[in-house]
């Protein structure tokens, strides 16, 4: 590239790092100084072979790239990074000192995504760049778009918790893992007790807030990561407890329960006192001709559920899990 043309330096901003790959020291070094000059910073290495590492540590979303190379080719590291996974797409310009019509070709099969003379201006290098860096923007805005739309499709939009297709997707996970490996599993099925009141008497919007305050605490009393806490229906919680028997289960539920009872929220209608009703489910270790299903446990967990209502709600209740049928009943 001819040092001519002096590039303005242009906005500060965050722009998308650049990864240089020549084995010429000269040329690394003029590449450096065009780009930095933009407002890029740069990353160098001398051979495709340093840069597939430096790529796996360091990501850079742009690679400027000689085609030939001692060791692995340009053209070779265009296939491998087009092949590799990473957190984004990326956009290669290929470098030659060549101008051969068929080296384009070849370079754009493998690949890249434009092809540069080192004997360009670096006006045209500047060009080319804003090109790279129009297109690594408009994939990673995109990108962001919907993953925040799949966060979204995943979420209750009032409390921020899974909503009911997450949480079904989770447990029918979590139960074949638990199954596989002889593993205990239990659900929790949770009920506010008596919310329709507090819709009825102060509002929805009061309503929302003890929801939204109810989903934080029992968040906070289900403190591991591998915890499931959803939103399944209108007032109605659940959790999936993975490597938790019936009887830890229950402690972990009565502790929710008291956290609950025992923390008045504060709303805009004043500090109002919530108690919820709680059932459990649990994958039973025992071998039968005819196993558990997820359905098993959520219908044992809703009895349980069903049980605390009738004996006056604010408590946890373990319901005898339905025995397992067998090969008589099955086919009779």
Excluded at 183 to 199: G, Y
Aim: overall charge negative.
């Amino acid at each position: 590239m001819k040092p001519t043309d002096s590039i303005p330096l242009l906005s500060s901003a965050s722009r998308p790092t650049i990864l240089i790959v020549d084995d010429d020291e000269a040329i690394q070094d003029l590449v450096n100084i065009y780009t930095q000059e933009q407002g890029f910073q740069t990353r160098s290495c001398p051979n495709a072979e340093t840069a597939l590492e430096d790529m796996r540590k360091f990501f850079c979303p742009i690679v400027i790239t000689d085609v030939q190379m001692p060791g692995m080719g340009g053209l070779s590291l265009c296939r491998k990074l087009r092949t590799g996974k990473w957190p984004g797409y990326v956009y290669i310009i290929v470098m030659t000192g060549h101008d051969q019509e068929d080296g384009v070709v070849e370079a754009l099969d493998a690949g890249a995504d434009d092809y540069l003379h080192k004997g360009a201006p670096p006006a045209e290098l500047r060009a080319r760049l804003r090109v790279a860096e129009r297109i690594v923007t408009l994939e990673q805005r995109l990108r962001r778009t919907l993953e925040s739309k799949a966060r979204q499709a995943a979420s209750d939009a009032l409390t921020g918790l899974p909503n009911r297709r997450t949480f079904d997707r989770r447990l029918n996970a979590e139960f074949k893992r638990a199954r596989r490996f002889g593993e205990p599993i239990s659900v929790l099925l949770i009920d506010a007790d008596h919310f329709k009141q507090v819709n009825d008497q102060y509002g929805h919007h009061v309503g929302d807030e003890v929801l939204r305050r109810l989903a934080a605490t029992l968040r906070e009393h289900l403190p591991r990561e591998y915890d499931v806490l959803a939103r399944i229906g209108g007032e109605e919680f659940a959790a999936v407890l993975p490597h938790t028997s019936r009887d830890d289960a229950a402690t972990v539920a009565e502790r929710l329960r008291a956290a609950i009872e025992s923390t008045p929220f504060a709303t805009a209608a004043g500090k109002l006192r919530v108690t919820v009703s709680i059932g459990i489910g649990s994958l039973s270790n025992r071998v039968s001709m005819e196993p558990q299903t997820t359905l098993d446990v959520l219908d044992e967990a809703d009895r349980g559920l069903y049980e605390s209502k009738r004996l006056g709600r604010n408590q946890v209740t373990v319901a005898p899990a339905t025995e397992p049928r067998t090969l008589l009943e099955v086919s009779s």
